[in-house]
């Protein structure tokens, strides 16, 4: 069945997919929101940020887990060149389970949690163990969900700032997309480090984009859905590894495992991965807006293109002379990849809801046998010695 987004949304409730559908759509007005949220926020934001970045003692941590963490890895590189204080990514998952790793008691530490629901076991356990075991210890919860457990639980404490999206971000189907979008779009405009102005005229720029993004790709990406894909490997650099991993992510979560996707670097793919391609399989390099980077995925994308195992090479990315026909572009403005990476992130979303529904399964709950839940359950936290 031909199904793009919101002009056939009778059609995405009979498939099972509304939800999905209108919250990958509606991106570009909840980022022009997102822009609205943070102008009225910025002093609250300023003053609780201080001069802590400015110190190289500092210790900055972005965490989350699935989805989320990735929010965590695509932002913090990209933040740590700004500033002298230390920025790193960690996972919730593995913050818990390591933590003797990644915590020092006598080092001044932000921990700033990513979370839809804010209310994952492990979100909730790692503001625990940080403030137990990290004497000067400040957290700053970006979530879209008031009720949840992080926005409830930092209510009234002069050490914690919780930064609300804009309520639709809070994604009621099973994947994470416009949440995503906005959590990673917010963490980068209270992070940077020019003037407040000039990100909010990036988030207002970057939602005209979107606009245009979701209007021009979702046909042919829908087209490309339908073809017989058993496999999808996406592939980023720098800051778009992450991006590439929660890509593949998508597929693997919307057709319940059912399309294998993977994710690597340009580089990297050639160093073993490369080994999984057939003519089943699907390659979409993420196209990163530095020249160098631009180099070296042009020439995997010329080998792979020549080599001709694979189904189908695309590129998704800023447009320029270096591309192909039936890639994915779009005209950009000059801004570092994590800024960028929500823009290709619609090709990925577009495909996962578009393949899962080639499938026959129902997007908004790709498991309702409950053995993946939208909000993860099952998890047992233990007490850290």
């Given at each position: 069945m031909d199904v793009t987004l919101?002009?056939?949304?009778?059609?995405?409730?009979?498939?099972?997919?509304?939800?999905?559908?209108?919250?990958?759509?509606?991106?570009?007005?909840?980022?022009?929101?997102?822009?609205?949220?943070?102008?009225?926020?910025?002093?609250?934001?300023?003053?609780?940020?201080?001069?802590?970045?400015?110190?190289?003692?500092?210790?900055?941590i972005f965490t989350g887990a699935g989805s989320s963490g990735f929010i965590a890895e695509m932002v913090a590189d990209q933040i740590n060149a700004q500033w002298a204080a230390e920025v790193r990514a960690i996972h919730t998952t593995t913050l818990l389970t390591h933590p003797a790793l990644y915590l020092r008691r006598d080092r001044p530490t932000l921990l700033v949690s990513f979370g839809r629901s804010g209310s994952s076991p492990e979100s909730v356990a790692a503001v625990d163990l940080v403030r137990a075991q990290v004497d000067d210890a400040r957290f700053l919860d970006i979530t879209c969900n008031a009720d949840g457990a992080l926005a409830?639980?930092?209510?009234?404490?002069?050490?914690?700032?919780?930064?609300?999206?804009?309520?639709?971000?809070?994604?009621?189907?099973?994947?994470?997309?416009?949440?995503?979008?906005?959590?990673?779009?917010?963490?980068?405009?209270?992070?940077?480090?020019?003037?407040?102005?000039?990100?909010?005229?990036?988030?207002?720029?970057?939602?005209?984009?979107?606009?245009?993004?979701?209007?021009?790709?979702?046909?042919?990406?829908?087209?490309?859905?339908?073809?017989?894909?058993?496999?999808?490997i996406y592939l980023g650099s720098g800051p778009l590894e992450?991006?590439?991993?929660?890509?593949?992510?998508?597929?693997?979560?919307?057709?319940?495992?059912?399309?294998?996707?993977?994710?690597?670097?340009?580089?990297?793919?050639?160093?073993?991965?490369?080994?999984?391609?057939?003519?089943?399989?699907?390659?979409?390099?993420?196209?990163?807006?530095?020249?160098?980077?631009?180099?070296?995925?042009?020439?995997?994308?010329e080998e792979l293109r020549r080599d001709g195992v694979a189904a189908r090479v695309v590129s998704v990315g800023p447009a320029g002379s270096d591309c192909a026909d039936g890639d994915f572009l779009l005209d950009v403005p000059a801004l570092p990849d994590p800024w960028l990476a929500p823009l290709w992130l619609v090709v990925a979303q577009c495909?996962?809801?578009?393949?899962?529904?080639?499938?026959?399964?129902?997007?908004?709950?790709?498991?309702?046998d409950g053995t993946v839940n939208r909000v993860v359950q099952g998890v047992t936290i233990h007490a850290h010695g």
């Open positions: 919101l002009p056939d949304m009778p059609a995405w409730q009979r498939l099972g997919g509304a939800h999905t559908a209108e919250e990958i759509a509606q991106q570009p007005a909840l980022w022009s929101a997102l822009a609205d949220v943070l102008d009225v926020a910025r002093e609250r934001i300023d003053a609780f940020l201080g001069d802590a970045l400015r110190h190289p003692g500092q210790r900055v409830q639980r930092g209510q009234g404490r002069s050490d914690t700032l919780s930064l609300l999206m804009p309520p639709a971000s809070c994604d009621r189907a099973f994947a994470m997309t416009s949440s995503l979008s906005c959590m990673l779009l917010a963490a980068l405009s209270v992070f940077d480090s020019t003037p407040w102005t000039e990100r909010i005229a990036r988030l207002r720029s970057l939602a005209e984009r979107a606009t245009e993004a979701v209007s021009r790709w979702d046909a042919p990406v829908a087209a490309l859905a339908r073809t017989d894909i058993s496999r999808v992450a991006t590439a991993r929660e890509a593949a992510l998508k597929v693997l979560e919307l057709t319940a495992g059912r399309v294998l996707a993977l994710a690597n670097t340009p580089l990297g793919f050639r160093h073993g991965p490369k080994s999984t391609l057939n003519d089943t399989t699907l390659v979409v390099v993420l196209r990163s807006a530095q020249p160098l980077a631009r180099r070296y995925e042009q020439d995997l994308l495909f996962a809801l578009h393949r899962s529904a080639a499938l026959g399964l129902t997007p908004d709950n790709p498991f309702p």
